[in-house]
C-alpha cells in the first residue's frame, strides 16, 4: 500500500496525483486516489468496473475536475482545468472509441484543433510533412498522410491517434484498452510503439483488463478498487496474479442480494442451441428455466451483450434459439415481444428511454395494446395501470406524469424493468447492466425486484460486468470469454477470484467446457 | 361597421384561450400562490395565440375596412386549408423523426393525374378516389425508400419532389387541365356553404380533428412520438420501427392527397405548378408550433396556428398593398424569433 517508488526515485515524478476525490450525485467515484508515473514507462491502471478507472482519466485529461485532491507534474502543482489545458500540460488522452473523423485525411486528423495554418488557409504540404515524421518516427512511414482516415483498419487509427498524440509533444499518453479493438498481430504492433515512444522519455498509461498485456507491456501497476488506490507501483512483471486479483476484489461495498429460494425451477423456458453472431459469438448453447436467474459473466466485448441481443431478436445470428418452443428470428423484436420477452438493455438512456416523456409513457410503451381497441387507447385504464406500478415498483418521486429525464438512475431502470410487467404473462426478462449508474440503495431494491419476478415464475437472463453482481444475483453462472462459455456452474461453486482469473484470461484455457 | 369587427375578432381569440386556460388549470391544481405572469407563460401555445392576436390588431389598425370582413376570415381560412391539411400529415412525419419535401409536389401531381380526361370521364368521386390515391402511393414510395431502401429522408423526399413535378408535367404537357362541367361538384366544396363557410374549411377542420385524436389518443401517435423520440428505444420495445416510419410518409401522401381535391376545388384547376414551395411553408408552420426538427415531440395545434400566423400575415401584406418580397423576410424572421423563442422556454422548463 505505501508509495514503494517515491522513496526510490531521486527526482520528482513526471506526474503525481494525490488524494483525488471527485463525487457525482449519489456516488463517489473516486474516493482518495493516487497516482504516481514516471518518464519512460509504461503504467498500467487495473480495476474491476466501476473502481474508478475512467473518471480518473478523465481528471487527468481535464474533462472532469476533482473535488479535492492535487496533481503535480515534474514536481509543480498544475491545475487541469480543460482538455485543452491538460493537453497543452503534455497529457494526450487516447480513448477506447477513437475520437477521429472519418471523412479527413491521416495528417488533417493528427493537426486537428492546431493546424499549420497562414491566415486560416490550411499549409498542406507543412501538415503532411510533419505528420509524415511523425509517423516515421513511429515506424509506420508506410501510411500515407493524405490516406482518408475511414479507409484505415483500427490498428492504423491507433497508429493516428498517437500520432496526434505526439503531434501536442505529449510527455503523457493515456491509452484506455487500446488492445479491445485489435487482431492478435496488430497487438505486438501497438507494444512496439509504446515502445518506442517510452524510449523518448515519453509516459503510457496504459488501461487494460487482460493480465498477459499487462506482463508483456507494463512496468508498473497501480489497482483502484472501489474509488480507492489499493497498491501504487507494484513490480508488473512479478506480483504474482494471484495477488493482483486479490487486490481488485474484496470489496468494501457490501451489496444485498436476496437470498435464493429452495425450491427448485421450472421448465425450460428459453432454449439456445449452436447460436453464433459473426465475430463476437461462437457456438453457444444453453437454456433458462422458468424461475431462474441466469447470470452472464464476461468482459466487455467478450460476447455477452451480443448473445442478449440475439435472444432478443435484436442481431443476426445463426444457429437456434426458442422461447416455450417457438424460434426467435432475428431482427424481428415485434415478435419476441410477442412471445413473451422483455430487455432491459445496456445502455438505459439510448437504448430504454423515451427521455423527454412522462414515467408513465414509458412503462406503457411496449403493451400498448392491452388497454387500446383498434388502436384507440383507454387513457384511464393506462394511467390507472402506470400509477399501479409507479407504486408497486416505489418509483420516486411517485408520480406517473414526471418526465424521466429528471429521475434517478435507479428509478429510470425501475420504470424500464416495470414496462415488462403491465399486464401477467411476462415469460423471460433479459436484464445487460441492471445496476449501471445506480446508487448502492436503489441496487438492493432492483436485486429484489429481480428476484421476486424470478419467484413468480419469469426465466431472466442477466449481464454484468460486476462479478459480485453476477455471483451474488445468479442461480447459475456462464463465463463468457471471446465469445465462447468457459465455466457454468452454480452461482455457489463459484468466488469472484475465479471467476475474475476467467474472464481475464490470466491462464490459458482449453476446450469449452459445457457440464 | 367598426362595431361589429372587434366581435368578430374577438370571437375566434375567446376560442382560443378558453381550453388552453382549462388545460393550464388540470395541469397547475395547486398553483395558487405563483405569479399571474409565470402561469400565464405556461399555457400551451400562448405565444403563438399572442402572435395571431397582435398580427389581429395590426389588421384591425391598418385596414380596418378589408381586415375585418366576413369575407376576408372567409378567404383566409380557405387558404390555409390547403397548406393546413398538409401540415398535419408533415407533422406527423416530423414527429416521427423525419422531413417529407415533397408534399407540394406530390400535392400537384394528385390534381394533374385527377384531372386528365380519362379520369375526369368516371366522374367527381372517382377524381377524388384518384387523387387520394396518387398522394397516398407516392407516400408509400417515400416511406419505402426511407424504411427499408434505407435512404435519408431528405434525399428520397427530394428525389420525390423532383421526380412528382416532372411526371405532373409530363401528364399535363405542362397545360393547367380544368375540371370539367360534369364534375362540378368537386368546385361545389369551395362554392357551397354552410353556415357561412364553404365546404373545403370544414373538410380542413376534419382533418385536423382527426389528426389530433390519431396523434393524441392512438397506439399510432404513441408510436410517432416514441419513433422520433429514440427509434432504438422504440424498437427494443417491440415496435416494428420501419414499417411505422413507413406509414407516417404513407399517411403525408394522404394528406397531400386530400389537399389536391382541395386546390381543385378552389382553383377549378389540376395543374403542375399547384403547390411551389408548399413544403417550406409546411415545414415552417410544424417548427414555429413548437415541434422539433429531430423528433418526438410535437403538436398539431401548435402546428396549425403557425400556420394561420403566416396564412394572415399573406394576408395583411396583401391588403396593405405591401411588396411581397417584405412579407418572405417578414416571414424569415418570424421563423428565427419563434425557434429563439422555443428554445429559452425549452431551457426553462429542464
Known sequence: MEDISREQSETPSLLAMRDIVKQFPGVRALDGVDLDVRAGEVHCLLGQNGAGKSTLIKVLAGAHQPDSGEVLMNGEPVKLTTPTAAMKLGVATIYQELDLVDGLSVAENVFLGHEHATMGFTRRGATNAATRKILERLGHGEIRPTTEVGRLSPAGKQVVSMARALSHDARIIVMDEPSAALAHDEVSNLFRIIREVTAQGVAVIYISHRLEEIREIGDRVTVLKDGRTVAVGLPAKDTPTNKVVSLMTGRNVEYVFPPRPDGGFGDEILTIENCSVAGMVRDVSFSVRAGEIVGLAGLVGSGRSEIIEAVYGARKFSGKITLNGKAVKPGNTTRTVGLGMGLAPEERKAQGLLLGQSVARNITLASMERYSTFGWINRKKEAEEAAHLVKALDIRPPDPNRIIKTLSGGNQQKAVIGRWLVGEGRKLLLLDEPTRGVDVGARAEIYALIRKLADEGVGVLLVSSEVPEVLGLSDRVLVIREGRIVREAGAGELDEHTVLDLVMDAHPVSAPSHD | ?350
Request: with cysteine; aromatic share 6%; glycine share 12%.
Open chain 2, 1 to 350: 361597421m367598426t362595431e361589429v369587427n372587434p366581435q368578430q375578432v374577438s370571437a375566434p381569440k375567446a376560442d382560443e384561450t378558453a381550453p388552453a386556460k382549462a388545460h393550464a388549470a388540470t395541469a397547475k391544481p395547486s398553483g395558487g400562490g405563483g405569479l399571474r405572469l409565470g402561469r400565464i407563460g405556461e399555457i400551451p401555445h400562448i405565444g403563438l395565440v399572442l402572435a395571431l392576436v397582435i398580427l389581429g390588431a395590426v389588421g384591425l389598425v391598418t385596414v380596418p375596412d378589408a381586415f375585418a370582413t366576413s369575407s376576408n376570415m372567409v378567404s383566409i381560412l380557405a387558404l390555409a386549408a390547403t397548406i393546413g391539411v398538409i401540415t398535419v400529415g408533415a407533422t406527423f412525419v416530423i414527429i416521427g423523426g423525419g422531413i417529407d419535401l415533397s408534399v407540394g409536389a406530390v400535392m400537384a401531381l394528385a390534381s394533374v393525374w385527377a384531372t386528365t380526361l380519362a379520369t375526369q370521364a368516371y366522374g367527381p368521386w372517382v377524381m377524388m378516389i384518384c387523387a387520394v390515391l396518387v398522394g397516398t402511393g407516392a407516400g408509400l414510395l417515400n416511406g419505402f425508400l426511407i424504411s427499408y431502401g434505407r435512404m435519408v429522408p431528405f434525399i428520397a423526399t427530394l428525389a420525390m419532389l423532383v421526380a412528382a413535378r416532372g411526371l405532373a408535367q409530363r401528364m399535363s404537357d405542362r397545360k393547367t387541365q380544368l375540371v370539367g362541367p360534369d364534375n362540378q361538384l368537386i368546385v361545389d366544396l369551395s362554392t357551397t356553404r354552410v353556415l357561412g363557410l364553404p365546404l373545403l374549411v370544414y373538410i380542413f377542420a376534419v382533418v385536423v380533428i382527426i389528426g389530433w385524436l390519431i396523434l393524441n389518443r392512438t397506439t399510432f401517435g404513441r408510436r410517432t412520438y416514441a419513433v422520433g423520440g429514440n427509434p432504438e428505444a422504440a424498437r427494443l420495445a417491440g415496435i416494428n420501427v420501419r414499417r411505422h416510419t413507413m406509414m407516417l410518409y404513407a399517411l403525408s401522401g394522404f394528406c397531400c392527397g386530400i389537399a389536391a381535391i382541395l386546390i381543385m376545388a378552389r382553383t377549378t384547376t389540376g395543374s403542375s405548378t399547384h403547390g411551389d414551395l408548399y413544403e417550406l411553408d409546411a415545414i415552417a408552420a410544424v417548427i414555429i408550433g413548437g415541434t422539433l426538427l429531430t423528433g418526438g415531440r410535437g403538436t398539431i395545434v401548435g402546428a396549425i396556428l403557425g400556420l394561420l400566423i403566416f396564412t394572415v400575415i399573406t394576408n395583411l401584406f396583401i391588403l396593405n398593398g405591401l411588396n411581397t418580397s417584405d412579407q418572405l423576410i417578414a416571414k424569415g424572421l418570424i421563423i428565427v424569433a419563434a425557434v429563439l423563442l422555443q428554445r429559452r422556454s425549452l431551457n426553462a422548463s429542464t
